[in-house]
């Protein structure tokens, strides 16, 4: 998850991990005023900046070869500081968070389910990568918007992106050739998922507007979001 320090036109923050949970979910603080932060939701709960909220803004999660593909030039922050990932236990078993999830455990979904988060217009709806794996291209609506939701299994990546053209027009999109393409059902130019631009067709050059999205566990997004909606597959 990104999002923008700039909280005010003349203030920017700097923030670092609390140590604090807040339902199972990191809480960061801010330098400035030591305000507390819910990095799920991206806005303070504690302090002087209670009830600000930072702009989310849209990112892609990935591996390095595919990143690196599409930004060569990019700048790696650190190499970290770990030869194996120390969660690994944690990933494989049922436990969710220190406290306990709020979900029941005979859910529709594991609790540890991966989901694909959006967040549009008040309304809450999670994506889960077992239906991604098997639908990688989902014509569906967030908050009354129409979106599109791109899924490469192969990497575990996801985007999301605003179906609507400058012009009006609403697209509808299919699976392309590839696993990194797709392709519009209007003009038949084919879109690269990961960027959300047509890289051919009538329509090449033209991009679509990203939405931010959140990877989490199903009990992290559900417990944040417990009046959301999954997308369950096709009908």
Do not use: C
């Not at 970290?80 to 999830?101: E, H, I, K, N």
């Not at 979904?109 to 077992?130: D, H, I, M, Q, T």
């Amino acid at each position: 998850m990104v999002y923008d320090r700039q909280i005010t036109p003349e203030q920017v923050v700097t923030f670092g991990v609390s140590g604090m949970l807040y339902q199972n979910g990191l809480i960061m603080y801010d330098h400035q005023t030591e305000s507390l932060w819910s990095h799920i939701l991206g806005q303070a709960i504690a302090g002087e900046f209670k009830g600000t909220k930072l702009t989310f803004l849209p990112a892609l999660q990935t591996d390095w070869q595919t990143w690196q593909a599409l930004h060569p030039d990019t700048r790696v922050v650190g190499p970290g500081l770990f030869g194996r990932d120390v969660y690994a236990s944690y990933y494989a078993s049922s436990d969710t968070g220190v406290v306990g999830s709020q979900l029941p455990r005979d859910g529709d979904l594991y609790v540890k389910e991966y989901v694909l988060g959006v967040r549009l217009e008040g309304e809450a709806r999670a994506y889960p990568f077992s239906v991604l794996g098997k639908e990688p291209v989902v014509n569906d609506a967030v908050g009354g918007i129409p979106v599109v939701v791109f899924f490469d299994a192969a990497t575990a990546s996801g985007a999301v992106f605003d179906r609507r053209l400058e012009d009006g027009r609403v697209l509808e999109f299919a699976a392309g050739e590839s696993p990194r393409r797709a392709t519009d059902t209007a003009t038949g130019s084919r879109w690269d998922i990961f960027t959300g631009q047509a890289v051919d067709g009538p329509l090449q050059g033209t991009a679509l507007a990203q939405v931010p999205i959140t990877y989490a566990f199903w009990f992290g997004w559900a417990d944040y979001h417990p009046d959301g909606t999954v997308y369950m597959g096709k009908e």
